[in-house]
Structure formats: C-alpha cells, structure tokens
C-alpha cells in the first residue's frame, strides 16, 4: 500500500497535498482498492465555499457509492475533468492523475488537524 509522505490525510480515507494556498485533495491508495473499480467521480460543488467535513461529491465503484468530504474549509476552484472521461485514473494513480479537486483553503489552522502519514498507517494499520 502506498503512503506518500509528503501528504496529509484524513480519517475519511482523502489526501492532501498544501500548496501555499491550494489544497489538492483525492481518495488514498488504500480507499480506492476498498471501493473497487471507480466508474464514476461527481462533484457538483465546483466555486462553492463549504466547511470542514461537508460532503463536496460521491465517487462511484461498481459495487457501492461513496461520499467525498472536504477536509478543509474552503472554496473549491478546480475539478479534474479527465476524470469525468476516465474515472479510473483513480484507481490507478491516485496520487498523481487521480487527484479530484482543488481547494482555496480559507482557515490555516485546519491543517494541523489531519493525518500524518505515520498516523494514517496506524488508521489502515499498515
């Protein structure tokens, strides 16, 4: 199973990669193999402002529908369209091309709440 360190995770099985104001965030290695093969990633929330946990898209698998939440505060400013032709992006490169969205983040602060990636090997128990 792969960990990136350089990332930040939460319990909801997301990463996050900071990047001075922008938060990219995608489902983990670890998620994608749980759900199966993804057929479908929709976020329809795309210029709106939500908090912290809101629910901002579903990611589909063959066998179950699962919501995506927003692991900060902040307005979503990009979704990765490729995705909308090839959902299986995230399957197979998840940290990379299977990136969902980007989030203008507007509380700093939130940051120091999610995962480590050690804490996150605890969470999956890799």
Known sequence: MNIPSDLKYTKDHEWVRIEGDIATVGITD??????????????????????????????EAVKTVSDLFLPLSGELVEFNEALEDEPEKVN???????????????????????LSDADYKELVGA
């Open 30 to 59: 670890f998620a994608q193999g749980e759900l199966g093969d993804i057929v479908y990633v929709e976020v329809d929330t795309l210029d709106e402002t939500l908090d912290r946990e809101a629910v901002f898209g579903t990611v």
């Open 92 to 114: 197979s490169d998840p940290y990379g091309e299977g990136w969902m969205v980007k989030i203008k983040f507007s509380n700093k602060d939130e940051i120091s709440d999610l």
